[in-house]
């Protein structure tokens, strides 16, 4: 029996339990982009997939829409995959276990993958229904784009003919997105050496943080768990002679981390533990609101490996000390709206190397630009390095939009008032598919989802019949 078989619109929640059931984090689309193209196959749809696993799915017009224009659909295939402490999901290899409470899907200990798998089921369940009335659909889906946008970036979209686009990649009913920051993933390397060092092994833990989204949720000031160890380990070594392991922390650059582990060698254990909970009442002291859970946890343990020698130590804490992260400015012209942030969402310590991969956004491709030369010029006096990748441009609203206004006009019919018109922080496919199709049209919407790229991510039910209903009568008035 399936856990969704009974919600409406069915074929939209059969369609997201069914990817549900097929694991697909991002760079693991291979199977998740194949099931598309099946179900383009068995109903006899022209389809395109490339080397990235991007799909595209093309709906012939309904009878008497031949003459409108074509309209495309876009969401992206893979999703974040985080999983609660203590979860033995392998997220890689096993679907996921979903449920309801009340109005809300949600998945048993892990992310949901709602951000974006319900585009992808609201687009097949409109290329599967052979009576809707609707023009041309021409229904994208790309990978990678919890990375980067990559496959948005790689996509050929020669096959498209459409100018109007409805990106399905928001998280909030009611309002329509026309504008988002563009950004870029920057990589902090700096190179460590080892040396033996006799003291007592200690693991140190910040934890229990409420994490979420670079983006959407990086002005709630919540605690990032990278930068809270930076603030542990530089009280601990003002106090003793103490060298790093390793130090961990993160699954995604653009998820707000909430756990970090550093293993230390340390000259006076006792003193350690108490500073650690000295930390973590004042550390609790400072996000009681953000970040109630917070945790700072030592803990006795056995030395695996040479630690890094005391200039190598060094160096790593002034990197998380000094690094910046979060907000670097607010718009001026939108109140409200972040401009520039950036999250150290990912550190990994290797063996001669610590890593620490950042989520850069900005609506001002100079601001952008800057922060990029700031994590340059900072990791070059201490003698590390930077690498660029994943590059997006923005997405600058238009005044004139046909599309938005066909748009507020059935919404105003449906809720009975005017969405909400409003721009954002966060990445959206929308901007690369503006460069790439002069002209473009563009609104993203979607329904109410809550906590995404955490292990609390849920969906409401009630919102995506709303949603739904919305789509398809948009859809119908596309003539």
Not at 38 to 64: C, M, S, T, W
Not at 230 to 249: E, N, P, S, Y
Not at 410 to 418: D, S
Request: aromatic share 6%; net charge negative.
């Amino acid at each position: 029996m399936q856990v969704l078989e009974h919600l409406e619109p069915k074929q939209v929640f059969s369609f997201f339990e069914a990817m549900c059931a097929i694991p697909h984090g991002s760079r693991n689309t291979k199977a998740i982009s194949d099931w598309c193209v099946a179900f383009a196959k068995e109903r006899g749809l022209e389809h395109y997939q490339d080397e990235a696993n991007n799909v595209i799915i093309i709906k012939p017009a309904a009878p008497g829409y031949e003459a409108a224009q074509p309209i495309i659909l876009q969401g992206h295939l893979d999703m974040v995959c985080e999983k609660a402490a203590g979860c033995p999901k392998d997220m890689d290899r096993e679907g996921l276990d979903l449920a309801i409470d009340g109005d809300y899907v949600y998945a048993k200990g892990t992310t949901l993958g709602s951000d974006d798998g319900i585009a992808v089921a609201m687009a097949m369940a409109i290329l599967d229904d052979k009576s809707l009335p609707a023009p041309r659909i021409e229904a994208v889906f790309t990978t990678d784009e919890e990375i980067g946008l990559l496959g948005a970036t790689a996509l050929d979209v020669s096959p498209l003919k459409g100018r109007e686009m409805l990106n399905l990649d928001s998280e909030a009913e009611g309002i329509f997105t026309v504008s988002c920051a563009g950004g870029n993933t920057t990589a902090c390397i700096l190179p460590v050496t080892r040396a033996a060092f006799a003291g007592a092994a200690l693991t140190v833990t910040v934890g229990g943080l409420t994490g979420g989204h670079s983006g959407a949720e990086i002005h709630k000031g919540r605690a990032n768990s990278n930068m809270l160890m930076g603030r542990v380990l530089l009280t601990l070594a003002q106090k003793m002679d103490l060298r790093i392991q390793r130090v961990d922390g993160g699954l995604k650059d653009n998820a707000i981390p909430v756990e970090t582990r550093a293993t230390l060698v340390v000259s006076d254990l006792q003193a350690a533990e108490q500073l650690a909970g000295e930390m973590e009442k004042t550390l609790q002291n400072e996000y009681r609101t953000t970040d109630p859970a917070l945790f700072v946890r030592a803990e006795a343990a056995q030395s695996t490996q040479l630690p890094l020698d005391q200039a190598s130590t060094g160096k790593v804490i002034c990197m998380l000390q000094c690094l910046p992260n979060g907000i670097e400015a607010m718009s001026a012209e939108i109140h409200g709206l972040v401009q520039t942030s950036l999250n150290m969402g990912i550190l990994v310590t290797e063996e001669d190397e610590v890593r620490a991969s950042y989520s850069v956004r900005s609506s001002v491709d100079s601001q952008k630009q800057m922060l990029k030369e700031r994590l340059s010029c900072l990791m070059e006096q201490l003698g590390g390095r930077v690498e660029f990748s994943g590059e997006y441009t923005g997405w600058q609203y238009q005044e004139h939009s046909p599309l938005r206004e066909r748009m507020v006009a059935v919404f105003q019919e449906q809720y009975g008032k005017a969405p909400k018109i409003e721009a954002i922080h966060a990445g959206l496919e929308c901007g690369i598919f503006a460069g790439k199709l002069p002209g473009l049209d563009c609104v993203s919407i979607g329904p109410d989802l809550l906590e995404i790229h955490t292990p609390r991510e849920k969906m409401s039910i009630s919102s995506v019949q709303r949603v739904w209903a919305f789509l398809l009568e948009v859809l119908k008035r596309s003539k």
